[in-house]
């Protein structure tokens, strides 16, 4: 039998997850969920989709396998809690919490259940990401001596109409959230790299004075649009991350890393990567455009090959039926291992879609412990709820706690 998946949730980012989880050959079952029967009766309909139910706590009570959580940011760690408390493996959207109090809560309950908890965090499989694990695995590096991250999202590119949205009429209140209460989309960047954590940080924060009011009066006191911050990094290395929400530029998430041997940028102008020889320098813009990938000719996920057509027939059905390709991926995306069933359905913020849920539906399946689980998800969230504080005691040097290495389990 497939997984049984509730989806928690029915509003705007979800409306993405929603056909992935339904096509997965690893899935039997998709259970929406929505305090708001109008959302829930959209997504139904859209999606045809017959299971519902009312509430996260209706839905911990039925024979669900797994819980996705799409629900408003600050929602997300005492919701992740109450469903692995229920014995659910858990998906959660960033950010896995917004307290330190709350991450030390969802790695407690992770550590006592036998559930597989994954944090949807998009950045781990960017093109810019994926190149830079691969040349660091390879020690194309050296030693890494400095990393640096960034998530540029202006008020008015969007951000107005998913505040309001999240936050109903006194939206300004939620809005005003801390910049560094949601580092992941940076933090993860670095970390799931190296595999360095962060172990001391330095913060500065920039006043906002604008007009509409969000960072004047909210419900964390924070005046702050933009933060940056400084860390030190397990591995001896420097770490600088940026989170700016008032700022002109037309958005971006990306990184660099520098180590003793060679170096990787990204900028307004591309990316690159380079060597202190001078031997290689290599524009990697092609290589990193998400421009989609045909699917392979192989079927990564599918029935006993001893019972399936071997003129592959059955594979070219599923690749006929849509356009053949996985949208919005790159020539580094490792698509072959992607459902063909995946083949030109939603895929978005830089191709990572399609692989965050295909990881998670096969470390739920075969009970192994997905990327971004709750071990990870802290050691990506801890820095920023530090560095937070931090600003507010003018770039005072703080810790950063860490909560250790996942337990070894059979």
Known sequence: M???VGIVGAGAFAQSFIPLFKAHPLVERVVLCDLD?????????RFEIGDTSPSLEDLCGTGVDAVCLFTQNWLHGPQAVQALEAGKDVYSAVPPGISVDEIERLVAAATASDAVYMLGETSYYYPGVLYCREQYARGAFGRIVYGQAEYYHDWDHGLYDVARWRGGENWRETAGIPPMYYP????????SVTGARMTQVSCQGF??????GIYRVNDWSNPFSNQSALYSMS???VCRINEFRRVGHPGCVRMGLQGTEGGFEQSAGGA????KDGTRVENLDNLLACTGQPVSERDPIGSDPMER???GSDLM???????????GVSAVHPVERLPAAFAGLPNGHAGSHQFLVDDFVRACVNRTLPPNNAWDAARYMLPGLVAHESALRSGALLPVPDLGDPPDRD
């Open 272 to 275: 690159a990567w380079m060597r």
């Open 235 to 237: 591995d001896g290395s």
């Open 207 to 212: 006043r906002d004075v604008h007009e509409d």
């Open 184 to 191: 992941t989309h940076s933090t993860s960047q670095i970390i």
């Open 309 to 311: 057509d071997p003129t």
């Open 37 to 45: 029967a109008e959302k829930l009766a959209y997504s139904t309909a």
């Open 317 to 327: 059905s599923k690749v006929t039926a849509s356009d053949g390709t996985h949208l």
């Open 2 to 4: 497939g997984l049984h």
